[in-house]
């Protein structure tokens, strides 16, 4: 609790003199990408969660551990699978290709991308591929959102190579693990508003041939210690303040806006019609909607999450499968906050919960009826003593209140700190084409 | 293009598209799982000004390999000729396929696009179009012949039909394309003739380098037109990979 205190006190004081902070997130079956196909629209069977190693924790290694989540199992709520890549490079988020065959898990300090097989067999994944080339292909570093488009992905990225600032870009593998293109974020002014160049989440809105990004900060700021950099002012003013609008097709920057605050997670509702997008301020803690308004998009604050003068920190935000919800996880009170969104121009909070000493990511299942939190936002930012929770945590949702379902202590397992989480499903009543033989009926 | 007309129109085709598959046997693509959903249950909306062809560019996302494969003649024929010397948009299908967003939902894209295509006298000797079976087990060439004829052949343009003498040679193209495919099984655990895969269309250029995949959320007729009229009036690009 005084760590707590005193991190919190840090931050109020950065915050007020240099109006700068941010934290990285993303998850959740309702965040996919709409290439995706087969969304489980029912009981996921696994998580797989992206799970920093820790030094003299275990094998100390960065890991993909999976846990049975099916309540029917016998190992419910159990770790049945931790799959080490070797070595520390600071894990952090996960994407599937559009076959949801492979889940692409980055790291944000040396920059690699580790491909593994969950198709196969999703309760024992296996790593097909390391990809080592990002920035010596495109001069960015920290591969962040994990984005899939139809045999590719795009890699929404927090760095660059040269000053390991915050100017960055967007990169496009294939599905083969082959480089494909490269994309600077501007620096340029568009429509008068002067863009930052930083980068972090990605969000398509396929019938508006929208992409959307948002901007965080770079590697010289999100892998320096948490206490240190919030008294270091200089550093303190490098975090982004925009989100900016592509042309998916062209994939052209054609709009920015200016949103304070590093602007984290992106979620389009996915409603038929729903055409708008939501997103957490980190630094600022406001809600922000993007919407279409004579022919032109527009971001505009829409509400508060938590005391913003305490700076609460809004990290992770997880929407509905119908866009009338928003669970918002505030890392530094340990806060899991449910928003009505019911009105998107109003977003009211209607439910919080206090889920832990530090909560970063939440994700729901698509029917909403069961969330599952971890803990880990940075391995430098993660809190310490006590407070250093370490955790995956499951609730069930009834619409009025969260009970908790199980947890597992990333700490006493050994594992270290979990981060990104997705599901998976088993494949039950099919075989693989190659297993029916060549013989002809 | 809203989405009305949109639909609008995918309705008319598809109701001159459907009776090609009448006559088939069960649903593909409906799910095994419980759980799990195959993907969106409408036709993609376009609620955009499509970008004017030759505007952008489009990625070389990835190349082709040849194989040996079978016309409806029941001759080998290399898949290279398919794939290089004009813009192609390639498909997998299976002719006992009738879930309405799957298979048939290709054709009626496709279809719609032929008539566009043929419509400009400058695409109409530029463009083919390829579909490989993805179940040689059924899909011989006297199968997919009969198929293929219920297309109304235009002689003004080329619309090819191609099947593998057996599964092994065609995993390879599967896996060359990134096209998955599974097999629903009955109770007793034995391959059904439902083939579970997600619909993608490749549009590849003429150096055989896929430049464009269209799954159901991008599947968008206007789109893949202006993409088509680029690589035609593009000259190529040079392969960095």
Not at chain 2, 1 to 25: C, D, I, S
Not at chain 2, 60 to 70: H, M, P, W
């Amino acid at each position: 609790m005084r760590n707590r205190f005193r991190l919190s006190m840090l931050l109020t004081a950065a915050c007020l003199t240099n109006g700068l902070l941010a934290l990285p997130a993303i998850a959740d079956e309702t965040c996919n990408s709409p290439y995706i196909s087969n969304l489980i629209k029912g009981q996921e069977d696994y998580i797989h969660v992206w799970t920093l190693g820790v030094e003299h924790l275990g094998d100390g290694s960065d890991k993909l551990v999976t846990i049975d989540v099916n309540p029917k199992s016998k190992a419910y709520g159990k770790v049945i699978n931790s799959l080490s890549v070797g070595g520390r490079g600071e894990a952090h988020h996960m994407g599937f290709t559009d076959d949801r065959r492979y889940l692409w898990a980055g790291n944000l300090d040396d920059s690699k991308i580790f491909v593994f097989d969950v198709g196969s067999n999703p309760a024992k994944p296996t790593l097909v591929r390391t990809i080592t080339d990002l920035p010596a292909k495109t001069g960015f570093i920290g591969p962040h959102t994990f984005y899939a488009l139809p045999g590719r992905l795009v890699i929404g990225m927090l760095s660059n190579s040269r000053d390991k600032g915050g100017v960055t870009g967007l990169a496009v593998y294939n599905n083969k693990g082959e480089f494909v293109a490269k994309y600077a974020m501007p620096t340029t002014a568009i429509g008068g508003v002067q863009g930052d160049g930083y980068g972090y989440d990605v969000a398509i809105n396929p019938a508006r041939n929208a992409m959307l990004t948002s901007s965080f900060a770079g590697w010289e700021n999100y892998m320096r210690n948490l206490g240190d950099l919030v008294k270091d002012p200089a550093a303190m003013k490098h975090f982004g303040n925009t989100l900016v609008m592509w042309n998916l097709k062209t994939l052209q920057p054609t709009q920015i806006f200016n949103v304070p605050g590093a602007p984290l997670e992106i979620r389009w509702a996915l409603a038929p019609g729903q055409d708008w997008a939501i997103t957490a301020t980190a630094l600022t803690s406001k809600l922000w909607l993007v919407k279409q308004s004579a022919g032109q998009w527009q971001a505009k604050e829409v509400g508060t999450i938590g005391d913003p003068s305490k700076v609460p920190l809004p990290v992770d935000i997880s929407i509905t499968a119908d866009g009338k919800g928003l669970w918002v996880n505030t890392f530094m009170d340990g806060i899991t906050h449910y928003f009505d969104l019911s009105d998107p121009e109003h977003p009211r909070q209607t439910y919080q919960l206090h889920t832990g000493a530090q909560v970063n990511m939440v994700s729901q299942s698509w029917d909403g009826k069961r969330l599952y939190i971890t803990s880990s936002l940075l391995s430098q930012w993660d809190k310490t003593g006590q407070d250093n929770e370490q955790f995956l945590r499951a609730f069930n949702w009834n619409g009025h209140a969260l009970t908790p379902a199980f947890s597992v202590d990333f700490t006493q397992e050994k594992l270290g700190r979990p981060h990104h989480m997705k599901f998976s499903a088993k494949s039950t009543q099919q075989v693989a084409l190659a297993d029916t033989g060549p013989v002809r009926r | 293009m809203t989405e009305q007309a949109n639909l609008h129109r995918a309705a008319g085709l598809r109701r001159r598209v459907w009776p090609l598959a009448a006559g088939v046997a069960v649903c593909a693509l409906s799910t095994a799982r419980a759980a799990v959903d195959p993907g969106p249950a409408a036709a993609p909306r376009t609620d955009f000004v499509v970008p004017a062809a030759g505007t952008y560019q489009l990625q070389e996302i990835q190349r082709t390999s040849d194989a040996e494969l079978l016309d409806v003649a029941g001759r080998a024929r290399h898949l290279a000729e398919f794939t290089h010397g004009k813009v192609t948009l390639l498909t997998f299908f299976y002719t006992s396929c009738t879930d309405p967003l799957g298979c048939p939902f290709g054709y009626v894209t496709l279809s719609q696009l032929r008539a566009r295509v043929v419509a400009d006298a400058t695409l109409a000797s530029a463009v083919r179009f390829v579909n490989v079976s993805l179940d040689p087990l059924e899909d011989t060439p006297a199968v997919i012949r009969r198929y293929a004829a219920r297309f109304t052949p235009d002689p003004r343009f080329e619309w090819s039909f191609l099947t593998a003498a057996s599964i092994p040679q065609l995993l390879p193209v599967l896996d060359n394309f990134g096209q998955d495919v599974s097999v629903e099984t009955d109770p007793r655990g034995r391959p059904t003739r439902v083939l579970h895969h997600m619909l993608k269309v490749f549009l590849i250029d003429t150096r055989g380098v896929v430049r464009e995949i269209y799954s159901l959320a991008y599947l968008q007729p206007d789109v893949m037109l202006n993409d088509i009229r680029t690589l035609v009036m593009s000259p190529p690009l040079a392969h960095t990979r």
